[in-house]
């Protein structure tokens, strides 16, 4: 190593501010290229939810003779496997703040002259974004294996909007945990409850209907429900079956428009949460 | 708002930090920097210097009191006041992932410097910490030095009024430790930039400051130049070791006027300034009261008798 010359003359400055948009870009960029250094919290997400679209919903199609109705149970299930593919992409993504906390650069942005709310937002951004990848790639193969997709320009909206609500309310949930727990081990303990049981009482792997009363009430709560009865009225349920199951009313419009509603408020919330047990817990 | 030039680079006024739990970290302490010094926050570990740094750098939140940077009230205006400032953290806080370049360029970014600018700024820091060749690296293939010369560039990349470095030669070999207070020497008057800097190494402080505050179990209990500290107990202090009680042989020198109000046991050993005394008139009463003293030297006094004075305990062993 070289000796350390003598360091260069600083003319001081004025503290500018950096534009909003031009912040959230420089932190979503710092995520994407950290995401992308971790490979396998780009794959790993997919195997799970991979397997239910690729394997297990058309074994249990020819099994059970699939749903009796007008919607294909390779389809259905390919969707359903996104309410897994989200939660579990979101947790990954969660995992990485507290990484950041403990051995990244956390306190240099905490440090930085910009609001903090943008360090939860840029890596929300990269969320989404790596989500809405494994989504299109988990649909593409379904697809192959025989799933039945009608999309329409409508549809696609409907199937997009709630796939990007659902996603931000899930980061929501990530972050705001990330920033509740001190260690890594109790975050992962926390993902099963978190990321996997609303998937098996929202409808993912059969219609709410089938549950008891008592379930298919609580399933109602959950913002996944809404979510599943959306993608799926975009993309393989034109008739708004999945809609009906909740909600009971007769203009299937008006029910999208309540359920998109509901995954929105709980996006909106829980970004909220999560920016303030951010901005709080970060410097206590 | 217009900030003046006139206005202490750091101004803090009745700071106190109580964590969680009931820990008093920072008990409520006011101190101002002016532009340009170099200010040295001396203390063991769990003086409360880091915390310190934490509420100046607004990543720890203050239970009471203001702290002011280049003007701006961290707690009301904390984009300002972070604007004007940069830290070098005691532990590393990098990207590993990254480049060393691309922890540079986010900091720039962050900071808002533009990019024709901040590229410059970049190239001639990397040059001048010595990672030219390693600046394309991932930072996580670095070593611990090079670790530090990186974040110490980082810091520097948006020209801080006001930079603070936490501990920033702990745990580095000695070499490069030493490298690394020639850089920190090196910016010392550049610009009228500030530099408020946390150590528990006393060469450090000695050789780096303007002014030094000492800090013992949150509260600061000393404030001057380090010569100015160093001059309270004079050019020569006399040191003993006693079989007895070191208070009783204190108290025998104090009545025969050759040890002051300044002079200090701890344990069995005795610390004497000499002050306007020869050391020959210190033994003469030593020897003439009989006491049973052993290790007997003369030198000069450290900041480490400073702090020994002040607290009862030295650095080493507070830490």
């Known amino acids: 190593m070289s000796a350390i010359a003598e360091a260069p003359s600083i003319p001081l400055r004025a503290p500018s501010r950096p534009r909003p948009a031009s912040v959230l870009l420089t932190l979503a960029r710092r995520r994407a290229s950290l995401t992308s250094k971790t490979p396998r919290q780009i794959l790993v997400p997919l195997l799970g939810p991979a397997l239910l679209a690729l394997v297990v919903a058309p074994a249990l199609k020819v099994a059970t003779g699939g749903l009796h109705s007008h919607i294909d149970y390779t389809s259905f299930v390919g969707v359903g496997a996104v309410g897994l593919v989200i939660p579990l992409s979101c947790i990954f993504a969660g995992l990485s703040v507290l990484v950041d906390r403990h051995s990244g650069a956390q306190r240099e942005l905490l440090a930085a002259p910009v609001p903090r709310a943008y360090l939860v937002l840029g890596n929300l951004i990269v969320a989404v974004g790596l989500a809405t990848l494994q989504v299109a790639v988990l649909i593409g193969l379904s697809a192959l294996r025989g799933g039945a997709f009608h999309i329409t320009g409508s549809g696609l909206a409907w199937f997009i909007a709630a796939a990007l609500l659902f996603t931000v309310f899930m980061y929501g949930v990530a972050e705001t945990l990330a920033s509740r727990v001190s260690k890594q081990e109790d975050y992962v303990g926390a993902t099963p409850v978190l990321a996997i049981l609303p998937f098996f009482f929202a409808g993912a792997l059969y219609p709410i209907g089938a549950m008891p009363a008592v379930l298919t009430a609580i399933a109602k709560v959950f913002p996944l429900t809404h979510a599943l009865a959306l993608m799926r009225y975009g993309f393989i349920d034109p008739n708004g079956k999945g809609l009906h199951d909740i909600w009971g009313m007769h203009s299937v419009t008006l029910e999208a428009w309540l359920s998109l509603a509901v995954v929105a408020v709980w996006a909106v919330a829980l970004t909220a949460i999560s920016i303030r047990v951010f901005t709080r817990s970060a410097v206590n | ?319």
């Not at chain 2, 939140?61 to 904390?78: E, I, S, V």
């Open chain 2, 1 to 319: 708002m217009q900030v003046v030039d006139e206005v202490p680079a750091v101004e803090v006024a009745g700071l106190r930090k109580t964590y969680p739990g009931g820990v008093e970290a920072v008990k409520g302490i006011s101190f101002s920097v002016a532009r340009g010094e170099v200010f040295g926050l001396l203390g063991p570990n769990g003086a409360g210097k880091s915390t310190t740094i934490g509420m100046l750098t607004t990543t720890v939140a203050p239970t009471a009191g203001t702290a002011r940077l280049a003007g701006y009230d961290a707690a009301t205006q904390p984009l300002l006041a972070r604007g004007v400032s940069s830290v070098v953290f005691q532990d590393a806080v990098v990207d590993r992932g990254l480049s060393g370049r691309a922890n540079l360029e986010l900091h720039a970014r962050l900071w808002g410097v533009p990019e024709a600018p901040a590229a410059l700024r970049i190239g001639e820091l990397v040059e001048a910490v010595g990672l030219t060749e390693l600046i394309g690296r991932p930072v996580g293939s670095y070593s611990g030095g090079e670790r530090r010369r990186l974040e110490i560039a980082r810091a520097l990349v948006s020209s801080p009024r006001v930079l603070f470095l936490d501990e920033p030669t702990v745990g580095l070999d000695p070499r490069i430790r030493h490298e690394l207070l020639d850089v920190i020497a090196g910016l010392r008057g550049r610009e009228g930039m500030t530099i408020v800097l946390t150590t528990h190494y006393l060469d450090e402080a000695q050789r780096l400051c303007d002014r030094v505050a000492i800090i013992h179990q949150g509260t600061i209990v000393g404030l001057d130049s380090p010569q100015a500290l160093l001059a309270g107990l004079g050019r020569e202090i006399l040191e003993f070791r006693v079989s007895g009680s070191a208070p009783a042989a204190l108290a025998a020198l104090r009545d025969r006027g050759i040890a002051r109000a300044d002079s200090f046991a701890v344990g069995a050993r005795v610390t004497v300034p000499l002050h306007e005394h020869a050391a020959s008139s210190a033994l003469a009463v030593i020897d003439s009261d009989r006491l049973h003293v052993s290790e007997i030297a003369t030198r000069t006094p450290t900041l480490d008798d400073v702090y020994l004075q002040l607290t009862g305990a030295r650095i080493a062993e507070a830490a």
